[in-house]
Structure formats: C-alpha cells, structure tokens
C-alpha cells in the first residue's frame, strides 16, 4: 500500500485547509486511518484518527473542534479538514493506515505534506 499526501500549504492563522491522503496498491477500507503531524524539534504526534467503517473518530484535545477526519472508501482516501489554524499546527503531516499494527507503528505511513499557518 502507497498513501498519498496532499493539501498542505501555508495558510494565515484563522483559515482552512483540507488535506487528503490516498490510498494506492489495494483496499485499505479494512483500515483504520489517521493523521499525526511532527513539528520541528518535536516528536510525532497523533492528531485524529478514523474507523475502518467511518463511524467512529477520535482527535487529540489540541486540534478537537476545529479538525474533522472523513473517509471516502469508494475513492480510497481519507481527509483532514482544518478550520481555524493556528501557528501551532504548522509541522509535517503524515497519513497512517493500521490494520494489524498499532498507531505508534501503524502498518503503513504516507510522505507527509508540510502545513505552514502564519501569525
């Protein structure tokens, strides 16, 4: 499985972005999907994540609110919408698929798409 990232730019503080990461190489709709981002000087942290079916997500405190996790098992993609940005959520942002591994070690990482939100 390849993931795909894209959607990433630079944004002032206050505006959206959508980010979208697909999925190529066969089905991940058996998958959990995530994002986790890593900030300069930082480690890699989780942001949200989505069930195989889509029902259920979760988000870490930081970001719940404002982001909203989504999949599209028909297009083999899942996205992250980011509403009012913060200069905080600039990093890299990264897609994960996790089947029979863990979300520390998922089973398979996207490239990342830089976020860059100005002050």
């Known amino acids: 499985v390849q993931l795909q990232a894209s959607g990433g730019g630079l944004v002032q503080a206050g505006g959206s972005l959508r980010l979208s990461c697909a999925a190529s190489?066969?089905?991940?709709?058996?998958?959990?999907m995530g994002w986790s981002r890593q900030a300069p000087g930082k480690e890699r942290e989780f942001v949200a994540r989505?069930?195989?079916?889509?029902?259920?997500?979760y988000y870490t405190d930081s970001v719940r609110g404002r982001f909203t996790i989504s999949r599209d098992n028909a297009k083999n993609t899942v996205y992250l919408q980011m509403n009012s940005l913060k200069p905080e959520d600039t990093a890299v942002y990264y897609c994960a698929a996790v089947l029979m591994r863990s979300w520390s070690k998922p089973d398979y990482w996207g490239q990342g798409t830089q976020v860059t939100v100005s002050a």
């Open positions: 190489g066969r089905t991940v709709s058996s998958y959990a």
């Open positions: 989505i069930s195989s079916s889509g029902v259920d997500s």
